[in-house]
């Protein structure tokens, strides 16, 4: 069973265009959720984490956007550039499960310059 | 201040070899955790170390295992190999397992 859907699979963007990516989760414990981006042959590095206590949180051109009632948050890169082409996965965890994470299956996101 | 370093990069395996991988965590951080990637899709939870014990564990077989050092160093072993084991090994630490900090991993090749 899935418990964290990523969409969409891929995504082509043009540079100084608007990135965005949604996840949907099933269990209402994660209180915790994450975005990483990976380049290829490197390992996730965090990019902005929110709690469901808040329904945005901007870090630069970053944002994650929170819908507690829908069970959905998503990620906007705005003013996209080449160098943020790379897979991004969102993820979900819980404090009562020391934060094991619970992954989404990735996008692979081109900015076309 | 080094981040989360992995040992080997690269390993190759016939079937049924067993393999041991190695992480050391972030200075400060208490908690390792690990998990593997597949080609194309996310990363998926094995289990999480802490003070030296499992303290979560994934629908992972037993024939992977682990340790952690008083450290705080771990290692991920993985017995009788098969090829679906092929896949991207990552390791990450956190403080008491809050955000996580992952390494570059280690990419295990299972012919």
């Known amino acids: 069973q899935q418990q964290v859907k990523q969409s969409p699979q891929s995504l082509i963007v043009q540079k100084g265009g608007i990135s965005i990516i949604n996840c949907a989760y099933e269990?209402?414990?994660?209180?915790?959720f994450p975005w990483y981006q990976q380049f290829p042959g490197k390992g996730p590095a965090l990019l902005i984490a929110?709690?469901?206590?808040?329904s945005e949180k901007k870090e630069g051109r970053f944002t994650i956007s929170f819908n507690k009632s829908a069970k959905q948050f998503s990620l906007h890169i705005m003013d996209s550039q080449p160098g943020d082409s790379a897979t991004y996965f969102c993820?979900?965890?819980?404090?009562?499960?020391?934060?094991?994470?619970?992954f989404g299956k990735g996008t692979l996101l081109t900015v076309n310059p | 201040d080094a981040g989360v370093t992995q040992s080997p990069t690269h390993l190759i395996k016939t079937r049924g070899q067993q393999v041991t991988l190695r992480c050391s965590p972030k200075?400060?951080?208490?908690?390792v955790s690990w998990y593997q990637q597949a080609l194309g899709q996310g990363p998926q939870f094995i289990f999480q170390?802490?003070?030296?014990?499992?303290?979560q564990r994934g629908n992972f077989p037993d024939r992977f295992s682990g340790h952690q050092f008083p450290n705080y160093s771990s290692e991920l072993n993985v017995n009788a190999l098969l090829l679906g084991d092929s896949a991207l090994y990552l390791c990450?630490?956190?403080?008491?397992?809050?955000?996580?900090?992952f390494g570059p991993g280690t990419r295990l090749t299972v012919l």
């Open positions: 200075s400060g951080h208490d908690t």
């Open positions: 929110i709690r469901p206590d808040v």
């Open positions: 990450a630490s956190s403080p008491t397992g809050y955000t996580q900090y």
């Open positions: 269990n209402t414990a994660f209180d915790y």
């Open positions: 170390y802490y003070e030296e014990e499992e303290r």
């Open positions: 993820a979900a965890g819980s404090g009562g499960s020391n934060y094991k994470l619970t």
